[in-house]
Protein backbone atom coordinates (compact mmCIF):
# COMPACT_ATOMS: atom_id res chain seq x y z
CA UNK A 1 0.00 0.00 0.00
CA UNK A 2 1.56 3.57 -1.29
CA UNK A 3 1.64 6.24 1.67
CA UNK A 4 -0.34 8.65 1.58
CA UNK A 5 0.99 12.18 0.55
CA UNK A 6 0.24 15.33 2.65
CA UNK A 7 0.01 18.51 1.15
CA UNK A 8 0.76 22.05 2.99
CA UNK A 9 -0.57 25.43 2.43
CA UNK A 10 2.21 28.17 2.65
CA UNK A 11 1.75 31.83 2.24
CA UNK A 12 3.32 34.85 1.42
CA UNK A 13 1.02 37.39 3.23
CA UNK A 14 3.59 39.07 5.34
CA UNK A 15 5.90 39.97 2.22
CA UNK A 16 2.88 41.11 0.29
CA UNK A 17 1.80 43.51 3.43
CA UNK A 18 5.39 44.76 3.57
CA UNK A 19 5.37 45.62 -0.31
CA UNK A 20 2.08 47.65 -0.08
CA UNK A 21 3.74 50.29 2.03
CA UNK A 22 4.48 48.05 5.15
CA UNK A 23 0.59 47.05 5.30
CA UNK A 24 0.01 46.52 8.75
CA UNK A 25 -2.00 42.91 10.22
CA UNK A 26 -4.92 45.59 11.38
CA UNK A 27 -5.02 47.00 8.53
CA UNK A 28 -5.35 43.90 6.22
CA UNK A 29 -7.72 42.02 8.73
CA UNK A 30 -9.80 45.08 8.47
CA UNK A 31 -9.89 45.32 4.60
CA UNK A 32 -10.60 41.60 4.30
CA UNK A 33 -12.86 41.11 7.00
CA UNK A 34 -11.27 39.11 9.63
CA UNK A 35 -9.52 39.79 12.94
CA UNK A 36 -6.03 40.55 13.25
CA UNK A 37 -5.39 37.35 15.19
CA UNK A 38 -6.58 35.54 11.78
CA UNK A 39 -3.80 37.65 10.00
CA UNK A 40 -1.52 36.34 12.58
CA UNK A 41 -2.73 33.00 12.35
CA UNK A 42 -2.95 32.42 8.44
CA UNK A 43 1.08 34.51 8.26
CA UNK A 44 2.10 31.24 11.32
CA UNK A 45 0.92 28.34 9.24
CA UNK A 46 -1.49 28.02 11.92
CA UNK A 47 -4.80 28.56 10.13
CA UNK A 48 -5.88 27.56 6.08
CA UNK A 49 -7.92 30.25 4.91
CA UNK A 50 -11.37 29.60 3.42
CA UNK A 51 -11.47 30.07 -0.60
CA UNK A 52 -13.24 33.67 0.19
CA UNK A 53 -10.76 34.77 2.11
CA UNK A 54 -7.90 33.42 -0.02
CA UNK A 55 -9.93 35.35 -2.88
CA UNK A 56 -10.15 38.58 -0.53
CA UNK A 57 -6.67 38.65 -0.14
CA UNK A 58 -5.32 38.18 -3.10
CA UNK A 59 -7.83 41.05 -4.62
CA UNK A 60 -6.52 43.22 -1.94
CA UNK A 61 -3.21 42.91 -3.13
CA UNK A 62 -4.34 42.87 -7.04
CA UNK A 63 -2.60 39.32 -7.57
CA UNK A 64 -3.45 35.83 -8.72
CA UNK A 65 -4.31 33.38 -5.47
CA UNK A 66 -1.40 31.29 -6.30
CA UNK A 67 1.14 34.42 -5.92
CA UNK A 68 -0.20 34.16 -2.03
CA UNK A 69 -1.00 30.92 -1.48
CA UNK A 70 1.26 27.63 -2.43
CA UNK A 71 0.27 24.02 -2.04
CA UNK A 72 3.21 22.02 -1.40
CA UNK A 73 3.67 18.38 -1.16
CA UNK A 74 5.02 16.81 1.83
CA UNK A 75 5.93 12.84 2.04
Known amino acids: ?13 RRF ?3 HDEMTQQMLASHV ?27 TFDVPVEEIFQLTDES
Open 17 to 19: RFE
Open 33 to 59: GVTRQTIIALESGKYSPSLALALRIAK
Open 1 to 13: MAARERAELTNQI
